[in-house]
């Protein structure tokens, strides 16, 4: 294994535990997730949406330390292009990070990300995402002063520090907004969750994107993308929930992410964060234990 990168973390959204289905009545409990990314060989877990695992602190420690893992991270998801929608992204950031920092020492972060299908237009584009479709230089003022004002806020009162995650069918996707989002927030207040799977179905190589972003990528999701979904979503214009159900975040090694490089990358550069497999289902999607048994061994032949 490779000593330099050991902190190797499974989320919820592996078990279809994602934004909008968490209540379907196919998903699994919180209990359930947590056993099996202990099981399968994983030492650290992201939150999840918020309700899905317990929310009072001490009973959330109990449940993550007697298994042995550790809470690395929550998703907070964010009304940032309207000024209207920055006090609930604040309130929801703060509560997450007040449950992080009671719950773990480890320096969790704040993953903060662009509401989803809040704009349908974005997901009748999502995974081809042009210049022309990207928001005005006014919309990137608001934007940008919301993410600062959430950071900001998790800052002072908790300490803890926010990534920002571009992700697809959000305002944030394509590697040009990935960029200009860079170039526009505080390096020293936001750092940047390089996710795999959403950079390279926005567009991007992700091994480029951490060559030239090294500096600010302070988390790290590994997602897969299986090149021919893409190829379908992108000529049939599928929206965003018909490419996950038809496999576009596939098992690690399965698709076109280049993981080897990434992680001699991650290796040169002292990378101490957490890495998080993400590999999004949709409730009833298959049997999620093999698939994270399959992502362990995968990350294990390449020094994970």
Sequence with gaps: MNRTLRKIGNAPCSWGVIERTHEDQRSYGYDHVLDEIHETGFVGTELGDWGFMPTDPEVLKEEIQKRNLVLCA????????????????????????????????????????G?????????????????????????WKIYVEGIHKVARSVREETGLRTVFHPHCCTWVEAPAEIDELLKRTDPELVGIC?????????????????????????????????????????????EYNVAIRQGLFCELGKGDVDFEEIVSMLTAMHYDGWIVVEQDVLPSMGAPKQASWGNREFLRSIGL
Excluded at 115 to 139: C, H, K, P
């Design 74 to 113: 929550s998703w907070v998801m964010g009304e940032l292009i309207d000024s209207g929608g920055h006090a609930n992204s604040i309130a929801r950031a703060l509560r997450a990070a007040h449950l992080l920092s009671a719950v773990s020492e480890d320096d969790p972060v704040i993953v903060l990300g």
């Design 115 to 139: 509401n989803l299908f809040a704009d349908s237009g974005r997901n009748d584009i999502v995974g081809r995402v042009t210049s022309e479709y990207s928001m005005s230089g006014e919309q």
């Design 194 to 238: 390089l996710d795999t799977g959403h950079y390279r179905f926005g567009g991007g190589d992700p091994v480029l994107g951490l060559r030239e972003h090294a500096d600010r990528i302070w988390h790290v999701h590994f997602k897969d993308c299986d090149p021919l979904v893409a190829d379908q979503a992108r000529k049939e214009r599928w």
